[in-house]
């Protein structure tokens, strides 16, 4: 295989990481009935003028398993931090306390748990799709060089790497989806 005519599979492998980094992030923002700092994080607030991370304007903690406290730093914040939160559609109402701003996380019910099985469904989906876009960019590129002279071959076992590739991530994508699903019904 010449230098020229090869295809970029560790470009491709750092965007289909990325797309696994970005469910995993999805995954985490889920509610599954146990407390977590990263079910706020992404809970913008309307803080001086702009709109800031939650963990920038308080502490996160999880003192308990049901329960997620933020210690708001600046006391004039703790209205709109609250506001912040009953509007983020977690489905939680944050209970106020002087800075500090409680938030108990309710048992799941059934139907609830089913309806974020199919969430976590769409987001795995979601991540597939994206992975399979940098499958096609990869068998584009193959299609390119096989226009600048690459052998069939040679195309043959580019297309192979990049199938694999995709095959791999896929796996990871459904076998994460697995884990979530089984987690969020854990009662």
């Known amino acids: 295989m010449s230098d020229d005519l090869e ?13 696994m980094a970005a469910l995993k992030q999805e995954f985490a923002s889920l509610r599954t009935g146990r407390a977590s700092a990263s079910m706020v994080e992404p809970i913008m607030v309307d803080a001086y003028g702009s709109m800031t991370p939650i963990n920038q304007v308080g502490t996160v903690n999880v003192p308990e398993p049901r329960m997620v406290t933020i210690n708001v730093w600046d006391k ?33 019910n059934e139907e609830r748990r089913r309806e974020l099985t199919k969430v976590a469904a769409q987001y ?16 584009d590129q193959i299609k390119k060089a096989k226009g600048n002279g690459m052998s069939e071959d040679d195309q043959k076992v580019w297309s192979d790497e990049v199938q694999d590739l995709t095959d791999t991530f896929i796996a990871q994508v459904d076998k994460a989806l697995e884990g979530k699903q089984a987690e969020i019904m854990q009662v």
């Open 124 to 139: 795995a989906e979601h991540a597939r799709v994206a992975i399979r876009n940098v499958r096609r960019d990869g068998m």
């Open 76 to 108: 004039g914040l703790i209205g709109k931090v609250e506001k912040a939160i009953r509007e983020s559609g977690l489905g939680i109402n944050p209970q106020t306390n002087g800075p500090i701003i409680m938030l108990p996380i309710p048992e799941l």
């Open 7 to 19: 295809i970029d599979t560790d470009g491709l492998q750092r965007r289909m990481e990325g797309a």
